[in-house]
């Protein structure tokens, strides 16, 4: 089983659509959860941390429930400068690397 | 905003030349990463470096791999003989504490 696991998409949603993009992640020890964006050929930039109680960031909201081992991330009223891929990541006790999943693509058409 | 900058923006290498790869870090934080990016694959840790030496590493990074902290301001990963699967995109990362990692512009490298 991977790691960090989501579906690669691409979601192709219109304007001012909501989009909601899931993840799961094998290892239970897993302390923090990110979701990050990245553009074609660019880094990746952290959009938001997510915790336990859930959090949101403007049009943004994301989700983490630890006992199905599942996170989330959720976009409203979409904007055509949200098409980007996002990645899942998550980091364990005592380590230091972040564990990025492969990404689901986002386009958001005219 | 501070941001963590990379140079080169795009290495070419011949098979078995050495390169060192070069990243200012933000500067007020304590760890500093690499990662790769193979095109169309997804982001893979290599190392972490803290307290002035690495503290992870991924089998990635064997013996033909290594970070320095040459000074108070650079970090750097050297590759002694590259090889053709090197080819990839390398981010540099730094970040306040193990948890957040703020990326770099990346350095694509082209082993040839």
């Known amino acids: 089983r991977k790691e960090v696991e989501q579906d690669p998409g691409p979601f192709n949603v219109p304007e001012g659509a909501t989009v909601a993009f899931n993840c799961t992640y094998s290892?239970?020890?897993?302390?923090?959860f990110f979701w990050y964006r990245q553009d074609c050929r660019k880094e990746p930039k952290l959009l938001m941390s997510?915790?336990?109680s859930g959090n949101e960031d403007g049009r943004f909201t994301a989700q983490l429930n630890r006992a199905s081992q599942y996170i989330s991330l959720l976009i409203r009223d979409s904007k055509l400068s949200d098409s980007a891929t996002y990645l899942c990541v998550v980091n364990s006790y005592n380590t230091d690397k972040l564990i990025f999943g492969t990404g689901t693509r986002l386009q958001v058409f005219p | 905003e501070p941001e963590v900058t990379q140079t080169p923006s795009h290495q070419v290498t011949q098979m078995g030349q050495e390169v060192i790869l070069r990243c200012v870090p933000i500067s007020n934080h304590l760890y500093f990463y690499w990662y790769r990016q193979i095109l169309g694959q997804k982001v893979e840790f290599l190392v972490s470096f803290y307290n002035n030496e690495i503290s992870e590493k991924s089998e990635i990074f064997d013996d033909q791999f290594s970070v320095e902290r040459p000074d108070g301001s650079n970090f750097t990963l050297k590759i002694r003989s590259t090889k053709l699967e090197d080819s990839a995109m390398y981010f540099c990362?730094?970040?306040?504490?193990?948890?957040?990692?703020?990326f770099g512009q990346g350095t694509r490298l082209t082993v040839v």
């Open positions: 990362a730094s970040g306040p504490g193990t948890r957040e990692a703020f």
């Open positions: 997510v915790y336990s």
């Open positions: 290892n239970s020890a897993s302390q923090s």
